[in-house]
């Protein structure tokens, strides 16, 4: 009897582009599968893709170039990203990399000549109240040891499945420091899609306006009348939900997709049903992979019960959603860059306008908003706008969930209403001898211990969520040189004054720390933030100054002491090495834009 061969490589990428619809939207999907299935995304995989799917090679090229968790390069069996964070440098995670490196012999953002293993650097993964944190072929690593450290070195070595490992390793935890409003008030799935179908289109977006909801993704743009703008554009229409929290110092959707996953899908679909749109996609960042599961099995739940499908509670509405993995790109947080990535392109951000609500995914008016503005949609329709609004300010209704780090007792979720002071929130999580907060990260505001009575809100301080804490023995010039080294890294390179003001950045950035600055590189350091500020295409070229321009405000004293005079400024060998380092990088964008 002949005995069966075994599957061909070949044969393994048959079946994994089966599972999708061939065409340019499911091609970040499936680039997925393969750097999972191969490791990196081999030259025979571009050939098959372009010619069973009709796409042309510099389209996938462009795209594998683009997304940090996809390689052209192999990358080991076991790929390990420990996260680079500030935060999770403050915790040692250098001294753990060098220490996993060591033990399992293999320089960082290298593969070990076996293949079993390489260990890369990452931005912050969404785990920074449990790190020093990373991750490995996709699953959380919190908590981490030097004893764990040496523990995950010897497994890899043994080529123990990760199916096998200890699960306390892959242990995320959300710890809810306070309550309110929103973590209060758990929704029975289809309470809020039943009241609205009572209420339709007009009484929902009516409940919206009353209750004040601003979108909590950063922007703050009331969410009502984006709904308004949508509804009343022509044509099909498309629901995007962002779940691409790549802020650093911020993983508070990361606990309301694992925790209140339902509430969120039920606000899409109210979106859908208020906008008259049939299509929604869920949008979730690589960094939370181990999250995809639980959703998937929420979604089929839905679609069981009846409250996603062709007749969403029983209606005449159709509306359905589809989840959508990201693969490492922090600008993708941006909507139009989102709405890109869904589309299977590089995370691009689109010229504006024109806005999403009239020519969002494919051309259709799209509403895109953010995973806490969809949960919190739904307890507005189930308990009415006014209920909502009691809480808050003025202009800033409700209230808002803080991802608290840094340098604090009680690191978590603290969900507050909007008014409330830094220092009510610093006594909160139990921090002292503060010396400065970082309110919405680091394309936020940098605030000093004299500012500690101003209030979080759209009035005085708004947030996307990150709340990081420094107490008086951190250097915040070297925090602010790796928040600058963290958006040029993340830099899409779309734009001049953001690809060359970045790396401008980095420069004085790196020149400060080591002391081989002058006053002039402070003022072209102000130059550059003002002209990046003004002429950036989106923004994180908008913002990547902040940090050193905040330090510079509040902190002048670690600035000035650092200077010295002009003609003592130059560090030659320091030249050498970052034009070395950065050639590779100049070639790469060149070849990327010309196949582009």
């Known amino acids: 009897m002949t005995q069966a061969k075994p599957p061909t490589p070949e044969h393994d990428l048959d079946n994994l582009l089966a599972r999708y619809t061939p065409g340019p939207g499911s091609l970040l999907q499936v680039l997925r599968l393969i750097q999972a299935r191969f490791h990196h995304i081999p030259a025979w995989a571009i050939d098959t893709l372009a010619s069973q799917w009709q796409l042309s090679y510099a ?17 080991g069996h076991y790929t390990v990203y ?44 969404g785990l920074c109240d449990q790190g020093p944190a990373g991750l490995i072929n996709g699953r959380p690593l919190t908590q981490l040891t030097p004893r764990r450290i040496d523990e995950i070195a010897a497994l890899i070595e043994a ?24 973590l209060s008030h758990p929704i029975a799935p289809g309470a809020a899609i039943s009241r609205a179908l009572q209420m339709g289109p007009d009484g929902i977006i009516a409940a919206l306006k009353e209750a004040g909801l601003r979108g909590r993704g950063g922007a703050g743009f009331a969410t009502w009348q984006k709904w308004q703008a949508c509804r009343q554009a022509p044509g099909p229409r498309a629901i995007t939900c962002n779940a691409d929290e790549g802020e650093p110092g911020t993983f508070k959707d990361r606990m309301l997709l694992m925790q209140w996953a339902h509430e969120v899908i039920e ?26 599961p639980h959703l998937l099995q929420v979604l089929a739940q839905r679609r069981q019960a009846g ?92 209230t808002r969930i803080l991802s608290v780090a840094g340098d604090v007792a009680r690191p978590g979720l603290y969900e507050i209403p909007w008014g409330l002071t830094v220092a009510e929130v610093l006594a909160d999580c139990g921090a002292h001898d503060v010396q400065a907060v970082l309110v919405g990260g680091p394309s936020g505001k940098l605030i000093d211990a004299s500012q500690l009575q101003r209030r979080i809100s759209f009035e005085d301080l708004p947030t996307g969520g990150a709340f990081t804490v420094f107490n008086a023995q951190r250097d ?19 734009c001049t004054p ?75 060998s320091a030249a050498v090495v970052n034009m070395h380092a950065l050639a590779p990088r100049l070639t790469q964008s060149s070849q990327s834009e010309t196949s582009a």
Request: glycine share 10%; charged share 20%; with cysteine.
């Open 307 to 398: 409250w996603l499908g062709q007749r969403v509670g029983g209606s005449a509405h159709a509306f359905d959603i589809e989840l959508h993995l990201g693969a490492g790109a922090y600008v993708c947080g941006e909507e139009t860059a989102l709405i890109e990535s869904v589309e299977g392109k590089r995370g691009i951000p689109r010229t504006r306008p024109p806005f999403p609500v009239d020519r969002g995914y494919l051309g259709l008016p799209t509403v895109n908003n953010n995973v806490e503005t969809f949960a919190q949609v739904a307890q507005i329709a189930l308990h009415g706008g006014a209920w909502f609004a009691a809480q808050g300010t003025e202009h800033s209704r409700g």
């Open 82 to 125: 420990l996260s680079d964070s500030v935060t999770d440098r403050m915790l040692g995670s250098e001294a753990l990399l060098q220490r996993l490196c060591d033990q399992l012999r293999v320089e960082p953002e290298q593969t070990r000549a076996d293949l079993r293993v390489s260990v890369h650097r990452t931005a912050c993964t």
């Open 498 to 572: 953001c690809r060359v003001g970045c790396g401008q950045l980095v420069e004085t950035a790196d020149r400060l720390v080591t002391g081989h600055a002058s006053d002039m590189d402070v003022q072209r350091l102000k130059e550059t933030g003002e002209l990046m500020q003004r002429a950036s295409h989106c923004g994180l070229g908008q913002t990547a100054a902040h940090p050193l321009l905040d330090v510079l405000a509040h902190f002048p004293e670690q600035v000035q002491s650092r200077l010295v005079p002009a003609q003592q400024a130059f560090d030659l």
């Open 159 to 182: 080529a123990s499945p990760l199916d096998e490992w200890p699960v306390d390793f892959f242990a995320v935890s959300n710890p809810i420091g306070r309550h309110d409003l929103t």
């Open 267 to 292: 606000g899409m679909t109210l979106a859908g049903l208020s906008v008259g749109a049939q299509q929604g996609f869920l949008y979730l960042r690589g960094e939370y992979e181990f999250i995809a």
């Open 476 to 494: 915040m010039l070297e925090v602010a040189r790796q928040y600058t080294h963290f958006f040029a890294h993340e830099s899409c390179g779309f």
């Open 59 to 75: 389209a996938i090229r462009s795209v594998i170039g683009f997304y940090h968790f996809l390689s052209f390069e192999h990358r």
